[in-house]
């Protein structure tokens, strides 16, 4: 068990441009969840699979975020015509089921949009 | 609704002890404590669920109260390593699916 991974650490990308995040849960973790967090913030909710299911979204996050997991394992978030106001740490999280799971967390992606 | 925690920071001497709260206006399910270091990803702490029970491990424990929907973290004879920014994270009585809903953290700084 080599814990979550996300993938790439730190994107740099000019506003207009698309991003895709990759993230790798902890194997048997049937539960993924995205969360976004700015300078001096708590993590935010974005939205979380069951295995290749998306059961939730936040009503906070815009079209241009769409994400995936095919196949109940890996997943990816993908960011369509950058902002600037989308600069942020990205973080994934996984975890065994509901609300009585601990939830752990990757090392997370930092996106900077110039 | 974002849980609300109290104090936003705090600075101890190595020894000293701290109890940061995190209250919210939603009936919860449960509570998540973790701790975050500048740059890192947040660090799993402890869970409590809803009954009202008291953990700790370490010098570390946390209790909820769920008719207050309130949860409280001591640290005891604080070290340096724990310096960092905690967070609890609240799982609503009505939507156990498991989303945390996360305060806006507490600074702890432990000095020499």
């Known amino acids: 068990d080599t814990g979550v991974s996300q993938d790439p650490r730190h994107k740099i990308t000019k506003r207009g441009q698309n991003v895709t995040f990759r993230c790798d849960p902890i194997?048997?973790?049937?539960?993924l969840y995205w969360y976004r967090q700015t300078l001096g913030q708590g993590p935010e909710f974005l939205t979380y699979?069951?295995?290749?299911?998306?059961?939730?979204k936040s009503r906070l996050l815009s079209d241009r975020f769409s994400a995936e997991r095919p196949k109940g394992s890996f997943s990816t978030l993908e960011i369509q015509r950058t902002e600037q106001g989308d600069s942020a740490m990205y973080l994934c999280?996984?975890?065994?089921?509901?609300?009585?799971?601990?939830?752990?967390f990757g090392p997370g992606t930092r996106l900077t949009v110039t | 609704q974002q849980p609300v925690q109290s104090p936003q920071a705090v600075i101890l001497r190595e020894g000293e002890d701290a109890v940061i709260n995190c209250s919210s206006s939603k009936a919860l399910y449960s509570v998540h404590w973790y701790r975050q270091k500048h740059g890192e990803a947040p660090v799993f702490l402890m869970i409590?669920?809803?009954?009202?029970e008291q953990k700790g491990h370490d010098k570390i424990s946390a209790s909820f109260n769920e008719k207050k929907q309130q949860s409280s973290l001591y640290l005891t004879a604080s070290q340096l390593s724990y310096s960092g920014t905690y967070f609890c994270?609240?799982?609503?009585?009505?939507?156990?699916?498991?989303?945390?809903?996360f305060g806006q953290g507490t600074e702890l700084s432990v000095k020499p």
């Open positions: 194997s048997e973790h049937n539960r």
């Open positions: 999280a996984s975890s065994l089921g509901q609300g009585e799971y601990e939830q752990y």
């Open positions: 994270g609240t799982v609503s009585f009505y939507n156990q699916g498991g989303k945390l809903i």
């Open positions: 699979f069951q295995n290749e299911a998306q059961l939730e």
């Open positions: 409590l669920l809803k009954g009202g």
